[in-house]
């Protein structure tokens, strides 16, 4: 017993040392929760969680968040440890450019990373994905001698996880699902930055988790308890209908002689600090960046473990494909990440002689298709289920069976009024394997969710957002509910495709995309208010982003109106105006992705915006941004207004006769200039 005593000390002590090593040769970063979290995450990693650093994409691996992603230092060390794509200079390069060790945690930028984190509060919403999508599996895959699906989801938070709103929403979700596999670890050290916890965070917020439906544990020590850290986790382990929480008390900076104090929270500790450290934890204070021999072979044995429990998993795979053919073949193309094959066959087509709909409609019978051909589709709503035509008919709820209002095999999540946990925990579902997530709200509360879907598109995670009621066509509601702005944030947000469709092919597109790729997410902008099924639409068109609807006459259009979803059918009336009473060649350009649309070559481009043609851009949202495809807008340059959609619009002047006005003016214009400029450079390249 003394001997391990040593070796977990001597680990937990290097994993000190080499964190103030690490952060002070970055000169910059957080030494003090490396320091002081060092105990439990050597626990954690030496005796419960299972991974295998040779296949760190192994399905059934435990996943670990560090929600409080500022104490990067700490996981990448342990990875380095155990044998992942991490060298000595890897973390000699700490926070340098272009580097595998960047100052928050990356997913898909550095291996072993299982989510990004680093906005405080995001790791543990997102680790609630990772528990759904967990028990999800189990639930759809797991028989009788076969726990396909089994793992743990461990986190570290801190305080200032515990602070941000989106983490009460998301636990709040995981304490009525009951998730049994997930459990948390609060690095209770009491600072933040500016100082002590006491001069803002004085809640007992063990007591709000235990009214989520948490189990709580409190240790007092964490700083030398190894034992007490033992018992909490294996504690943890055997709750299983609710999720565990584990108050660790523990001191920031550890073994510094500012330890406790906020000075070691964001600030490399001092060289001559490091020395002291190094010596009063037995180690020589000339050398830096020391592993002991010691502690690489503990934690490779570490790793072998989790080798070998990944090759008996592979093993135990095999036996059920034979066993569960089916099964064993809808998994083995799920956890590869390809769509089942013809999927997209059963996307919904329309007529100009169909019904005028919704765009929300068309998506609701795209999904109704969608859902039962490819059954890693996973939906929800923010608690606007009836609004967001998220669910479909035959859905089953995802609950905990005990409720009887579903069951874990269930595909809809009932999110509640928690749009910015519902987007954190679809990136979590989405980082899993095999789970493709997908969920609804107001397309003005998609910046009430903005932390996470910020996320989604840095950590590329293919994740859905429909999002309906997309314009000031919501009407009655007003301008708290109109969004203005949102799509020129979304556009401008890298590695994020905005949709916004004109009808229901449209619609069927946007999904389409959605789906084909597999490194982003996508937002779908949907109508409240119907509008027509457009002759000329094209569902594989939206591949493109943009495209010519009517196609005019003649090569040679006098101007090109282009616009988005229920802005094409007005845009379409006025080019009728334009043609009829004035004789003018319209080209009428449907624009449903410009991000789609920037990545065409050039060639393609000026083929659908005419170099020397004036284009008209109509949008009932920001005309921000379209300045880059249009000479001239008709758009919102103000909030909106309440009242019927119809009467809204004609109030700003969002119509077909203010179009054909503004693309008259506009040709007017050039005229007199003598030249139209180009949109697009000659030296533009394709995105």
């Known amino acids: 017993m003394a001997q391990e005593q040593n070796i977990d000390s001597l680990c937990i002590n290097t994993i000190r040392t080499l964190a103030a090593d690490v952060v002070r040769g970055a000169n910059a970063g957080h030494p003090g929760a490396p320091m002081g979290c060092a105990p439990l995450a050597h626990v954690l990693f030496k005796d419960y969680i299972m991974a295998n650093p040779k ?24 990875l380095h440890f155990m044998g992942y794509k991490l060298s000595m200079d890897d973390l000699k390069a700490f926070r340098h450019a272009n580097s595998l060790t960047p100052g928050h945690p990356e997913r898909k930028h550095t291996d072993g990373i299982e989510v990004t984190t680093g906005p405080l509060g995001q790791g543990i919403s997102n680790a609630v994905g990772l528990a759904i999508a967990e028990a999800h599996m189990a639930a759809t895959f797991n028989k009788p001698g076969f726990d396909i699906f089994n793992n743990f989801t461990y986190v570290i938070m801190g305080d200032g996880c515990l602070q941000e709103g989106v983490q009460s929403e998301a636990c709040s979700l995981a304490g009525h699902l009951k998730l049994g596999k997930l459990i948390a670890v609060y690095d209770d050290n009491h600072i933040t930055i500016d100082g002590d916890t006491a001069l803002s965070f004085t809640e007992d917020s063990m007591k709000r988790f235990e009214a989520y439906g948490w189990h709580v544990q409190i240790l007092e020590n964490g700083d030398t308890d190894i034992k007490g850290l033992h018992q909490a986790i294996a504690i943890a382990q055997k709750v299983t209908d609710k999720p565990s ?48 021999q010691a502690v690489y072979d503990l934690y490779h044995a570490i790793g072998a473990r989790g080798e070998k429990a990944c090759k008996q998993w592979y093993d135990m795979v095999e036996q059920y494909c034979q066993k569960y053919p089916e099964l064993g073949a809808d998994l083995k193309r799920r956890l590869k990440g390809q769509l089942p094959n013809g999927w997209e066959n059963v996307l919904p087509r329309f007529t100009a002689n169909d019904k005028e709909m919704a765009t929300r409609k068309c998506s609701e019978a795209v999904l109704t298709k969608l859902v039962d051909i490819i059954p890693e589709m996973m939906g929800g709503s923010a608690d606007l289920t009836p609004s967001n035509n998220t669910r479909w008919k035959t859905a089953v709820d995802f609950q905990h069976p005990s409720t009887h209002l579903g069951d874990y095999a269930g595909r809809y999540i009932r999110y509640g009024v928690r749009e910015h946990g519902m987007s954190a925990i679809m990136n979590g579902i989405g980082a899993y394997q095999g789970v493709i997530p997908f969920s609804g709200t107001f397309l003005n509360f998609l910046t009430y969710a903005w932390g ?38 979304t556009r401008a947000t890298p590695n994020m495709l905005t949709l916004r469709p004109a009808d229901g092919n449209e619609t069927s597109g946007a999904y389409l995309v959605a789906l084909e790729r597999d490194d982003g997410p996508s937002v779908i902008a949907l109508t409240r208010q119907n509008i027509p099924q457009l002759e000329g639409s094209s569902v594989e068109a939206v591949r493109k982003g943009g495209y010519i609807l009517e196609p005019e006459s003649d090569a040679n259009p006098d101007v090109i109106l282009v616009a988005t979803g229920s802005e094409v059918s007005i845009a379409m009336e006025g080019a009728k105006l334009l043609q009829q009473k004035h004789r003018i060649k319209v080209r009428l350009v449907s624009m449903p992705c410009t991000e ?26 920001s005309t921000f941004g379209w300045q880059k495809y249009s000479h001239a807008q008709v758009g919102m340059t103000t909030f909106g207004n309440s009242g019927k959609y119809t009467d809204v619009y004609a109030l700003f002047k969002i119509t077909p006769e203010h179009v054909a006005e503004v693309a008259i003016q506009c040709i007017n214009f050039f005229k007199k200039e003598g030249s139209v400029p180009h949109l697009f450079a ?4 394709a995105t």
């Open 55 to 78: 296949d760190s994409h192994w399905p059934n691996r435990d996943r670990f968040v560090l929600s409080n992603g500022h104490a990067c230092a700490l996981q990448y060390i342990i």
């Open 596 to 621: 789609l649309f920037d990545e065409q070559s050039r060639d393609y481009r000026v083929s659908v915006l005419k170099v020397g043609v004036p284009v008209v851009s109509v949008e009932a949202l």
């Open 452 to 489: 996470a879907a910020r996320l989604s598109a840095l950590s590329k995670t293919r994740v859905i957002y429909v999002m309906t009621h997309d314009s000031i066509g919501l009407g009655e509601d007003g301008p708290t509910h109109q969004p203005i702005e949102t799509l020129a944030l």
């Open 682 to 685: 000659e030296f533009s390249p």
């Open 245 to 292: 929480v584990i108050k660790i008390r523990t001191t920031i900076g550890y073994g510094s002689l500012h330890q406790g104090e906020e000075t070691v929270h964001g600030s490399p500790l001092s060289e001559d600090d490091i020395r002291q450290v190094k010596e009063k934890f037995g180690f020589n204070p000339d050398e830096k960046y020391v592993v002991p």
